[in-house]
T-cell receptor, first 111, second 115 residues
């Protein structure tokens, strides 16, 4: 399987703390994406980082990409209870237009 | 724009029954795909399409058929439902680009229970 892996599988923090989630993958990629899924809902795109980029920011989100280690991290700063959700990384490589998802990290932010 | 819509939201089937999960998008996206999500497994790609008339298999295609007669619609057919197909099904769409798969927009999902 070319499925990526998120680490940790579950993370519980207090409101105001930072949350860091990691993602590893096995193949060469064109880009890597992070998605959020609230319980019982569809996935919502958060951020896309291309293979020639090392870091990207969007609001309270910071994503890094290390293609030599085939890994990425998602940092959520000053977390809020509303950030409670599952977070998935997904990578795209080659020209087949397939997006391969990891198994996700369940983030719980306690008020 | 409605984005990506899926019907039905919930369905119960008996083993051996057939059904079609509907997916439509109004964003003129070339690429559409179907995923299933099972506990602890993340999302797994079933079938995808890069344009009208063009479909291909994903990671777990067995037991499912698709067709793409228009840009807007991408139905998923279960020919003979099995309990192993109990899952949550998500449809997604995106633009095509030369830089790999772009941002995917997901529908709300269809929860399927096969008894």
């Amino acid at each position: 399987s070319q499925q990526g892996e998120e680490d940790p599988q579950a993370l519980s923090i207090q409101e105001g703390e930072n949350a860091t989630m990691n993602c590893s993958y096995k193949t060469s990629i064109n880009n890597l994406q992070w998605y959020r899924q609230n319980s019982g809902r569809g996935l919502v795109h958060l951020i896309l980082i291309r293979s020639n980029e090392r870091e990207k920011h969007s609001g309270r989100l910071r994503v890094t990409l290390d293609t030599s280690k085939k890994s990425s991290s998602l940092l959520i700063t000053a977390s809020r209870a509303a950030d409670t959700a599952s977070y998935f990384c997904a990578h795209s490589g080659g020209s087949n237009y397939k997006l391969t998802f990891g198994k996700g990290t369940l983030l719980t932010v306690n008020p | 724009n409605a984005g990506v819509t899926q019907t039905p939201k919930f369905q119960v089937l008996k083993t051996g029954q057939s059904m079609t999960l509907q997916c439509a998008q109004d964003m003129n996206h070339e690429y559409m795909s179907w995923y299933r999500q099972d506990p602890g497994m993340g999302l797994r790609l079933i079938h995808y399409s890069v344009g009208a008339g063009i479909t291909d298999q994903g990671e777990v295609p067995n037991g499912y058929n698709v067709s793409r007669s228009t840009t807007e619609d991408f139905p998923l057919r279960l020919l003979s439902a099995a309990p192993s197909q109990t899952s949550v099904y998500f449809c997604a769409s995106s633009y095509r680009s030369g830089g790999g798969q772009e941002t995917q927009y997901f529908g709300p999902g269809t929860r399927l229970l096969v008894l």
